[in-house]
């Protein structure tokens, strides 16, 4: 918890004290299948018996709740790093949104 929280704290301030160009967060990266960065999908379960199932890493979801608490709305993206010429058009739509 107290990493997500300082993790918050210190985009809060990257945004704060940008002057000259301001500093826009335009959303946070995690990877997918990771029990604790996934944000859509984490593994459960060990060995022959772990499979995925739609739900966010531990770190991630303590992240956006200490964002939230900061009252930002960063959202939170997941790379599927088995598919990584995926990568390009996810920041693409990024930008765009």
């Keep these: 918890m ?3 929280d300082e993790t918050a704290e210190y985009l809060r301030n990257l945004i ?9 967060i335009l959303a946070v990266l995690g990877v997918e299948r990771s029990p604790t960065c996934g944000v859509k999908y984490t593994p459960v379960g060990m060995g022959a018996k ?8 531990v770190f991630i979801e303590l992240l956006i709740r200490s964002l ?3 009252d930002l709305r ?3 993206i997941g790379v ?3 598919k990584p ?3 390009p058009r996810i ?3 990024v930008m765009k949104d």
């Design 2 to 4: 107290r990493l997500a």
């Design 74 to 76: 960063i959202p939170a």
């Design 16 to 24: 704060d004290n940008a002057r000259e160009p301001p500093i826009r």
């Design 68 to 70: 939230r608490k900061m």
């Design 85 to 87: 010429e995926e990568l």
């Design 50 to 57: 772990k499979r995925y199932v739609e739900k966010r890493g």
């Design 80 to 82: 599927d790093l088995e």
């Design 91 to 93: 920041i693409e739509k």
